[in-house]
């Protein structure tokens, strides 16, 4: 077995990015990173525009496992899952049989996507898209402009359909809720939104929800619940992800939402840590791509021996729909205020204000887009919220 020195899983974004930082502090500790695909380093958040930009999968890599071996002076172990684990020692098991000693133990295992429980009939599948396969996978069943149906009418949900609108295809969004982006947005976001996806020629159905799928013609028919039936080359499912946590319970870690840290990024073992997707930070679950930089850079200095906490500041999330460009910044959950909306031809902007008066939270797309900037100045000039 190796000598134990830091062990990353998972080379997205989180892996690289922990990986980078921590060489900023420590250049010479022993550094192996895992992963169970060919290790290609990349921007995830680009799958959900590469249809439109005309990129393959091979085109969004920048750079492969061995350039990224070279840069990290690391070890890239690709193609190897984790099977096993040691609850009381620092060890890992791949598996091809390999034993990896730690140690500290770093988690950037990200989360898969749900896929809902339907039936699925005449060998029906439903694609997702969290990674290059995937993407590869979906171009593979789609013919160069044709039908796409989209489950899911949140933000991933939209983007894809934007996207792939965009490159000319027949773009169905079939939503559970009455709206685009319910939860986030007040209702004039998203009828602004809704209407902008709509003259790219998507179509919306709302409040619906999956029964079946089986086969139809060349392509594949889906029974919805409220009796309709939508046609389609390929469903792709964009309905949310859960945390993968089959290694944290391997490794015996506290897990709710996701793995449970404190702001050092450090688990129940205070040599395990985690970060990304899986990680469930302070009580907060946070997976997007400006939390993950932020982690990144705390704990590449922990794990240099270093004390650091991850601090957040404010964190819009940058809606990719380049015909309605749309920032959101959502309120605190239980927040107590009342949205104020403005709209006009060219744009619609709204804010949620607290009774003092205190903006907790907004919404800016297309010509409005640019108030982000001063929206974000505001809130951190204002009083704390208690």
């Known amino acids: 077995m190796p000598a134990a020195g830091i062990v990353i899983v998972g080379t997205g974004l989180a892996g690289y990015g922990v990986a980078r930082e921590l060489r900023k502090w420590d250049a010479t500790v022993p550094l192996t990173l895992v992963t169970e695909d060919e290790g290609a380093y990349y921007s995830k958040p680009q799958l959900s525009a590469a249809w439109g930009s005309g990129k393959t999968p091979e ?44 140690r500290k133990l770093v988690l950037a295992v990200g989360a898969r996507a749900r896929i809902p429980a339907i039936t699925l009939r005449d060998g029906a599948r439903i694609h997702s898209v969290n990674n290059l396969a995937h993407y590869a996978r979906l171009r593979e069943s789609l013919p160069g402009q044709g039908r796409l149906a989209i489950l899911g009418a949140g933000l991933i949900g939209c983007e894809f359909a934007h996207d792939f609108a965009q490159a000319g295809f027949q773009v169905t969004l079939i939503g559970r809720g009455a709206g685009l982006l319910e939860g986030l947005v007040p209702d004039s976001v998203s009828s602004a939104l809704q209407d902008a996806l709509g003259k790219l020629g998507v179509r919306f159905l709302a409040n619906q929800g999956i029964e079946d799928l089986s086969a139809s013609g060349t392509g594949w028919r889906a029974r919805l619940q409220g009796g309709q039936s939508v046609d389609a080359d390929a469903f792709l499912s964009a309905i949310g992800f859960l945390p993968n946590l089959d290694l944290a319970t391997l490794l015996g870690l506290e897990t709710g939402r996701g793995i449970k840290v404190d702001l050092s990024l450090r ?20 997976p997007f791509v400006l939390p993950i930089n932020h982690s990144a850079k705390a704990l590449g200095q922990v794990l240099a021996g270093k004390e650091a906490q991850v601090t957040f500041p404010l964190m819009p999330v940058l809606i990719k729909t380049p ?64």
């Open 323 to 386: 015909s309605f460009p749309l920032a959101v910044l959502p309120p605190p959950r239980e927040s107590q205020g009342t949205w104020t909306e403005t709209s006009d031809s060219g744009g619609v902007s709204a804010r949620f204000r607290d009774a003092e008066g205190r903006v907790l939270g907004f919404a800016v797309g297309r010509n409005r887009y640019p108030e982000r900037t001063a929206l974000l100045r505001e809130m951190a000039g204002q009083s704390p919220v208690s």
């Open 59 to 102: 085109q969004l890599v920048l750079k492969d496992a061995a350039s990224m071996s070279t840069d990290l002076s690391a070890e890239v172990l690709t193609g190897n899952r984790v099977t096993g684990a040691d609850r009381d020692g620092n060890r890992i098991v791949l598996e091809d049989g390999r034993e990896i000693g730690f």
């Open 267 to 286: 688990s129940s073992r205070p040599e395990i840590f985690a970060l990304g997707d899986c990680a469930e930070i302070a009580g907060r679950w946070l």
